[in-house]
């Protein structure tokens, strides 16, 4: 007998503006040895990206949120569920796309991808039709019937995403998921994040520790250091927050006006007559430099901050 | 999400009660298997035995069909305890071959490649999935061992009348607590020694290495310690202690029937801890 979705609270729609995940004081241990310590931390964007160096913890933490780990203390939650007492009810939110190989080598993708959605409860005739177009949206559709040992490792890379959406998951967590692939299959991979994130249909967590794919997809990251939590930021605001670095463009007699911008403590540089490159000091307030610009009657046709790139970022949360 | 749109869309549907989803495994599972043809020779081959026995009892009850073979006496053997103590060993021990074969199958491919986490990343757990695989062991083992047991108990009742299918009801009762406890006990060690290693080869090996390890070392033990505890890790005396038991049949084998209980019972829970440190999403190094 089949239960109707909206009597199930497991699979019920995430209410607005509840973090995806929430971790308040969140520690595990192995053994002795403190893998976790003490996370406090309210994610709510839409694709959310787990950054660190190899060792920070970045796995284990999906691992706790999905109960594989036990927690030694603090809780955690995803969409409300807490993830100890109610493990059951977040693994029918989630998908996950683990880092290592997984798959059943004498399996053909489509038995595979829809026996992964017949168990997350999926009827079987909805899980074979969903286990065939989600194939083909990962783009194994000609590849479905061959069995998955004789896959490339992009091609079982793509047969896992495949099986962590086949399902229809609010939240997708994809560990490490352009590992081993070569530029195109890199470049498909993250086409294909970037366009789940648009379909607005599921929130994402990616954990890599390259910079690019996390820059390339995410509008939130959280680093981990050493099981830590060093940084975790909105990455559009931080990019802008370093307002130190200043682009500016003149046009007008300029002799002297770096000299006054020198006068005033910016570090200035001059590539091209007309353009500038400022480093501003602590509490410098860019008025400063539209009334130096004023009293020698030059036009200011652009001023804009550098951006930081998230590998600055990343680098400062590591310094940190 | 239609194939030709090539666009991911959310689902939204029905969904399956989780109690039954154990079973999809075993759906897939047995699916895998039947392509097999060994499997399915052996699994014909091993209804030859319950067959031949219903030619026996057929026998047994047909005087004329008995005086064209010119049989001596003109009578065989009655159906007892002791018929169908010789029928659980013959059915036992294909159960355990089989086991030995199927239950590699079942659990290293799921091991070899990492397929473990994918299972418990969703509303599935470690005990739904050793109950998967147990139901479609057991399932398989039941075919040829305690059904047909009863399918011919019921036979021989038909043809002695219910005077004797009283006196005898014992008989259907050690069929079923024996054959369903060998089997349970053989899928056990058969998942168990499986999962602890990831090659069906060596792991098939390993299945039926146990049981002539554990009859060789039985055998050792009451040698040089000239005892008879070593009889209790051979299985085989084990299972021969309580079918001889449950059927009311003197096998000799010396060997206390509770002791055999209770190194039966040692076996299941040493399998079931084995399948718990096994079957886990993920290895903690600690």
Known sequence: MLQPIQTDSAVSSPPPKTPVIQLDRLTVCFGRREILGGLTVSLTGRTIGLLGPNGAGKSTLIQTLLGFCPVSSGTGTIFGHDIVRATRQVRALVGYMPENDAFVAEMTAVDFVGMMGEISGLPREVALERAHEVLFYVGLGEARYRELGTYSLGMKQLAKLAQAIVHGPKLVILDEPTNGLDPPARARMLRLIREMKESGEMQLVLCSHLLRDVEETCEEVLILKQGRIVHHADLAVERSANQRFVDLETVGADAGFAAALAGLGCACSVSVPGRFKLVLPAGFELKEIYRLAGERDLQIRHLSYRRDTLEDIFLKAMEN | ?286
Not at chain 2, 30 to 36: C, I, T
């Open chain 2, 1 to 286: 999400m239609a194939v030709y749109k090539r666009s991911y869309k959310g689902y939204t549907g029905v969904l399956t009660p989780p109690s039954s989803r154990f079973l999809i495994l075993a759906r897939y599972g047995y699916a895998r298997l039947m392509r097999s043809k060994f499997v399915v020779i052996f699994l014909a081959v091993c209804m030859f035995y319950p067959l031949a026995c219903l030619t026996y009892i057929y026998a047994a009850h047909n005087p004329a069909f008995l005086a064209r073979l010119s049989i001596p006496g003109g009578r065989l053997p009655p159906v007892d305890g002791r018929f169908f103590y010789l029928y659980c060993n013959v059915q036992g021990a294909l159960a355990y071959l089989l086991t030995a074969f199927i239950s590699p199958a079942l659990i290293t491919s799921d091991l070899a490649n990492g397929a473990l986490p994918l299972y418990f990343c969703r509303p599935f757990s470690r005990r739904e999935y050793v109950g998967a695989k147990l139901t479609l062991l057991l399932g398989l083992l039941s075919i040829f061992t305690w059904i047909p047991g009863l399918l011919l108990f019921a036979i021989e009742s038909n043809l002695s009348g219910w005077a004797w299918m009283q006196t005898h009801f014992w008989i259907a009762t050690g069929i079923f607590v024996g054959l369903v406890i060998w089997i349970v006990t053989v899928a056990l060690l058969g998942l168990a020694l499986s999962a602890w290693v990831k090659w069906k080869l060596a792991a098939g090996a390993l299945v039926l290495g146990v049981f002539f390890a554990g009859a060789g070392f039985g055998a050792a033990i009451n040698e040089v310690m000239r005892t008879n505890t070593g009889t209790v890790i051979d299985l085989t005396q084990v299972i021969h202690t309580i079918w001889s038991d449950l059927l009311r049949y003197d096998a000799g084998i010396d060997m206390p029937v509770t002791t055999a209980w209770i190194a039966l019972g040692t076996i299941c829970v040493i399998c079931i801890l084995l399948l718990a440190r096994r079957v886990r999403a993920f290895e903690v190094v600690k």
